[in-house]
């Protein structure tokens, strides 16, 4: 099952051509993009995922997004919907078609089911490897073409980086900086718990602001954790009680296994933490 | 005036849509590329652009490219062109439909005419500024899961770069690494000219090969100029006899302003070099 909408309020088949060849999203990776988790009907997180939307359209020097028709598309992804319980819900915009800016954006939502990994990963967590992402913390607020922070679709990086977690009989990845910092997953953000506290590394080292560790947190505290946003290295990770990769299709996915070592079970924590973060949504 | 080819050799309009919404170039800027001048019917450096299109497939665990194939896609746009006597031809490859692997990778060839800008750009030259990629020369041997030297379809920061020296008042970015090493610009090789000798840096350091720029050190060579391929910094561009952007569509053009300040006139350098270049398609 998959829905698609665009931005003009129409619905097309998904399984039909739509795009141009010209269009700058396919030749240059230029546009931006969210994947917004929706349950019962109910996407989570969806304004904050629109202000992301908004953030990186504006890091890209795309024009500001507009929020309604964004509701509307996204809507009637919602209202089509005819497969399970579940939807990730994407929202794509490029800069539109080379050389015809009158044309303006190409925007759409679209639905798709839920990958059967992805299922798999959220119940047993995943394998990851840290990998040198050759940036140092400082670099994004000094060097902001680089587009660190926009979720932009130049994801070919971050699909590299996990099939190079593949080689190495891992899942998925852990970005370092070039001083050892911690900065994100290919397509999550790193949440670490430690003594009834979560960390996360703060987003101006170059990183996304986590949709999902942000309800993560905010369902901690309500169960009595305490939150905090600092730097982190590769050894907080294996010294704690419990490393996870939060992103909106997987939720809150345990890492087990980090650089083939086996990290203490954190099965207890994840149940904890999983559970605060679905109270959110309750 | 626009030709476009599939890989399967077929024609196709290019103002019509083609292209799913879940090809996975767009959703994640997963694919590669290359553009490739054509002047008079023939292609440039055709043979080294393949090459190159390979190595890209390599880093990013694509299938090999078909060379037959593209050759004759290539072909079929040469063929049925009726524009100008130069074509810009690109050659796009993505990774295909998302959870589709069986339907393979999208190819197409599409030859557009050459932009305005760039015939004006070969005439007069360019502004450029210095742009730091944040990346130090090492880190393209010891993580090739960040695709330097890759002719990725995620060219978001190199668009971005190039918005940047808009807001500069300048036109073109040479990337340096953290080092203060030149890199290469956003869709261009650098190359400098000093007493009689060209220098480029090595591929090694994070970058493209260049190659207009290899076809512009065979002419070179043949007109009596040394060559020579090492590593500069930024005080050797202001130093030099004359600063160069090479890539395919733009030729071997010349820098007259770098940061905001007019190099020495570089005019008699660049008629000479253009020549040389020009030489090896006569």
Same mark, same amino acid.
């Given at each position: 099952m998959r829905v698609l909408a665009f931005l003009d309020g129409t619905l097309a088949d998904p399984d039909a051509a739509h795009i141009r060849v010209d269009d700058l999203g396919l030749l240059r990776g230029d546009g931006i993009f969210e994947t917004i988790l929706v349950v019962g009907g109910k996407p989570r997180e969806f304004g904050p995922h629109l202000d992301r939307l908004a953030r990186s359209?504006?890091?890209?020097?795309?024009?500001?997004?507009?929020?309604?028709?964004? !509701? @509307?598309?996204?809507?009637?992804?919602? !209202?089509?919907?005819?497969?399970?319980?579940?939807?990730?819900?994407?929202?794509?915009?490029?800069?539109?078609? !080379?050389?015809?800016?009158?044309?303006?954006? $190409?925007?759409?939502?679209?639905?798709?089911?839920?990958?059967?990994?992805?299922?798999?990963?959220?119940?047993?967590?995943? &394998?990851?490897?840290?990998?040198?992402?050759?940036?140092?913390?400082?670099? &994004? !607020? @000094?060097?902001?073409?680089?587009?660190?922070?926009?979720?932009?679709?130049?994801?070919?990086?971050?699909?590299?980086?996990?099939?190079?977690?593949? @080689?190495?009989?891992? =899942?998925?990845?852990?970005? $370092?900086? =070039?001083?050892?910092?911690?900065?994100?997953?290919? $397509?999550? $953000?790193?949440?670490?718990?430690?003594?009834?506290?979560?960390y996360t590394p703060p987003a101006n080292i170059g990183i996304l602001p986590g949709t999902t560790q942000a309800g993560l947190f905010r369902g901690a505290e309500k169960a009595g954790w305490s939150v905090k946003v600092e730097s982190l290295r590769v050894p907080d990770l294996l010294d704690a009680d419990g490393v996870f990769l939060a992103s909106s299709v997987r939720k809150v996915t345990r890492v087990h296994t980090l650089d083939g070592t086996a990290l203490p079970d954190s099965s207890k924590v994840h149940a904890e933490l999983a559970a605060a973060y679905e109270a959110e949504y309750a």
């Open positions: 359209a504006a890091k890209m020097d795309l024009p500001e997004p507009d929020r309604a028709a964004w !509701e @509307r598309a996204a809507g009637l992804v919602l !209202e089509n919907w005819d497969g399970g319980d579940e939807i990730a819900l994407k929202l794509v915009c490029t800069r539109g078609v !080379e050389g015809d800016p009158e044309a303006g954006p $190409t925007g759409f939502a679209l639905g798709l089911e839920i990958d059967q990994k992805v299922i798999k990963a959220r119940a047993e967590g995943v &394998a990851a490897i840290t990998l040198d992402r050759g940036i140092d913390p400082a670099l &994004a !607020e @000094r060097a902001p073409w680089l587009l660190l922070g926009a979720k932009s679709l130049s994801y070919g990086i971050n699909m590299a980086a996990i099939r190079e977690a593949g @080689r190495r009989g891992a =899942s998925d990845v852990v970005f $370092t900086a =070039s001083d050892g910092s911690v900065l994100e997953g290919p $397509t999550s $953000t790193v949440v670490v718990a430690k003594d009834r506290t979560l």
